[in-house]
């Protein structure tokens, strides 16, 4: 007779517990990057990110949380645009205080994981280059 032999409980909860205290609370929730989603009026407009235009709105971006990073929006015939997003301190690291200390707030700081991006959501409305006088179509 073959007996299969599952992994004891303690075991188990230990394991899932040292992983849990030397990794990152803000790298193991939030991940080390961010989706955020870029719309514009008109749609279709070019957006360069950090100088590389390779992006059309609307668009989801997935950018590295620890890091600031430069949207450049433009269009024929409208004003370019320019949307900063910056890294802020993000809530879930303190998490690392009270659960995993040094370590998993070293691990969450290294990665970047420790910041979120703001503002989470962009919608650029671009401005024509010839504005009409009021009244006329």
């Known amino acids: 007779m073959c007996k299969i032999r599952t ?11 040292s992983i849990f205290l ?11 990057t961010q989706e955020i989603p870029i719309s514009s009026d008109p749609p279709g407009v070019k957006v360069s990110v950090d100088g590389r235009p390779d992006f059309t709105t ?16 433009s269009f024929g015939g409208y004003h370019p645009e ?14 690392n205080i009270v659960l995993g200390g040094l370590i998993g707030w070293g691990v969450d700081s290294a990665s970047g994981a420790q910041y979120r991006l703001v503002p989470p959501v962009v919608h650029v409305s671009l ?8 009244g006329q179509p």
């Open 7 to 17: 992994p004891s409980l303690r075991y188990s909860s230990t394991s899932f517990l």
């Open 22 to 32: 030397w990794s990152g609370c803000a790298t193991v929730i939030q991940g080390t």
């Open 58 to 73: 609307p668009t989801v971006l997935v950018l590295s949380r620890h890091e600031p990073h430069i949207l450049e929006f």
């Open 82 to 95: 320019v949307v900063r997003l910056r890294p802020v301190f993000s809530t879930v690291t303190a998490g």
């Open 127 to 134: 401005r024509p280059l010839t504005a009409k006088p009021p």
